[in-house]
């Protein structure tokens, strides 16, 4: 069974600019969280959507916005980027979100913002 | 305070001895537990969940859970270099919150 899958893997921007990273989930989960990672403030809940809908939404500014289609995949978007976006992004599916799954997770995108 | 906090370490141990790795949390609704493995470099990995109070063993991993105490701990018994990461503890309730994690470094 194919993993959590994130493209790209790296991506270079400059301040001002906008991104689009993608996540394509396990086959059958249909909960895809997203998860921000520097090396200050650790693995950082950004959202989570399960049936194309926004179910939770972590403490980031509006900037962050995503969506998820109906084959479960998902995207993230971040707008008017800022140096301090510089991160490792990470996707994470589950069955279906409840809390005793477990979430797995995918090779993540590493975002650098000149 | 932090929703998930662990022992900031780093933590090293010499091959073939235990490895304790602690972690509190604030929220008292918390049902399920997970600890997770990152090499550096690499997302994080799945290693074991825990969700009633006790210990639950899978192979040289104990996870050990007291909601009343609100702590879960991993122990790691006959700790290999390869055991050699940073250690995550997640904590779910509406949604999951991780620990900053914890480095661990077995020594040959």
């Known amino acids: 069974k194919a993993g959590v899958t994130q493209t790209p893997r790296y991506l270079i921007k400059t301040r001002g600019q906008q991104v689009t990273l993608s996540c394509s989930p396990i086959s059958g989960h249909r909960s895809v969280s997203w998860y921000q990672q520097t090396p200050g403030q650790g693995l950082q809940f950004l959202f989570e959507?399960?049936?194309?809908?926004?179910?939770n939404k972590g403490n980031f500014p509006g900037r962050f916005s995503g969506r998820q289609f109906s084959n479960s995949r998902s995207e993230m978007n971040v707008s008017t980027l800022e140096l301090g976006d510089s991160a490792l992004y990470l996707c994470a599916s589950s069955h279906d979100g409840q809390p005793n799954q477990p979430q797995h997770f995918g090779d993540g995108t590493r975002l650098s913002i000149l | 305070q932090k929703e998930v906090e662990q022992n900031s370490g780093p933590l090293s141990v010499p091959e073939g001895a235990i490895a304790s790795l602690n972690c509190t949390y604030s929220d008292r609704g918390s049902q399920s537990f997970f600890w997770y493995r990152q090499y550096s470099g690499k997302s994080p990995e799945l290693i074991m969940s825990i969700y009633s109070n006790g210990d639950k063993e899978d192979g040289r991993f104990t996870a050990q859970l007291n909601k009343a105490s609100q702590y879960v701990s991993l122990l790691i018994r006959d700790s290999q270099p390869s055991d050699s990461a940073t250690y995550l503890c997640a904590v779910s309730n509406n949604d999951m919150r991780f620990g900053a994690g914890t480095r661990l470094t077995v020594k040959p």
């Open positions: 959507y399960f049936s194309e809908t926004q179910r």
